[in-house]
């Protein structure tokens, strides 16, 4: 049982950036993945990006390398999303997520594969 309170959403022009957290507590293990998602209004919710907590392989959605960074701190048991040059189609509610990887690629980016879940953090582009 892992919780997670991601925090760093917010409004944002285009082009701008935001940098959003993800705490961790309880129950952590090295070997679980952990991905950011977002879910637009009338959208399903979708892969953003992922990373190994322990080995360090990235994962990004096609809409969003070369623009999102994900980063782990175990010493704090926080993951980062950081967020570049930002569009309005960026805009969602993006949420943290933590799960045992299967295999790839439904293991890093498929939602019913992760069993913890933030909050989510709302963010909104504008244009």
């Known amino acids: 049982q892992v919780q997670l309170v991601e925090s760093g959403g917010g409004l944002v022009q285009a082009g701008g950036s935001l940098r959003l957290s993800c705490a961790a507590s309880?129950?952590?293990?090295?070997?679980?993945?952990m991905g950011w998602f977002r879910q637009a209004p009338g959208k399903e919710r979708e892969f953003v990006a992922t990373?190994?907590?322990?080995?360090?392989?990235?994962y990004y959605a096609d809409s969003v390398k070369g623009r999102f960074t994900i980063s782990r701190d175990n010493a704090k048991n926080t993951v980062y999303l950081q967020m570049n040059s930002l569009k309005p189609e960026d805009t969602a509610v993006y949420y943290c997520?933590?799960?045992?990887?299967?295999?790839?690629?439904?293991?890093?980016?498929?939602?019913?594969?992760?069993?913890?879940w933030g909050q989510g953090t709302q963010v909104t582009v504008s244009s």
């Open positions: 309880g129950r952590t293990f090295s070997r679980y993945t």
């Open positions: 990373i190994t907590w322990n080995g360090g392989s990235t």
């Open positions: 997520a933590a799960g045992r990887a299967t295999g790839w690629p439904k293991g890093y980016t498929d939602p019913s594969a992760f069993g913890s």
